[in-house]
Nanobody, 116 residues
Framework: QVQLVESGGGLVQTGGSLRLSCAAS????????VGWFRQAPGKQRQLVAT???????IYEESVRGRFTISRDNTKKTVYLQMNSLNPEDTAVYYC??????????WGQGTQVTVSS
């Protein structure tokens, strides 16, 4: 059974950085696309960034240039490096795996809070 476990969330001041990790189980991890999503209170879930099996990346416009998604297939882990954080980045961050447009495996989420 595939499981995704996020870690690395926390409280940071405006302008600070965090690195989120998404550790996966499963022998076919390298074939999956992985996405990071976030959901702030009272708002819909938003796609933040994706990385496919070839390493091709896509970013939501508001995070482009500040966030970097990467993967280490030997560790079955996907990372989201977040720099220049601001209060609008406050949300629960989730990772999901599957294929682009069909992420069907989800982690439990990790809270990111950016104080002003």
């Amino acid at each position: 059974q595939v499981q995704l476990v996020e870690s690395g969330g926390g409280l940071v001041q405006t302008g600070g950085s965090l690195r989120l990790s998404c550790a996966a189980s499963g022998s076919t991890f390298s074939n999956w696309a992985v996405g990071w999503f976030r959901q702030a209170p009272g708002k819909q879930r938003q796609l933040v960034a994706t990385i496919d099996s070839r390493g091709f990346t896509i970013y939501e416009e508001s995070v482009r240039g500040r966030f970097t998604i990467s993967r280490d297939n030997t560790k079955k882990t996907v990372y989201l490096q977040m720099n220049s954080l601001n209060p609008e980045d406050t949300a629960v961050y989730y990772c999901a795996a599957g294929s682009l447009g069909n992420f069907n495996r989800w982690g439990q989420g990790t809270q990111v809070t950016v104080s002003s």
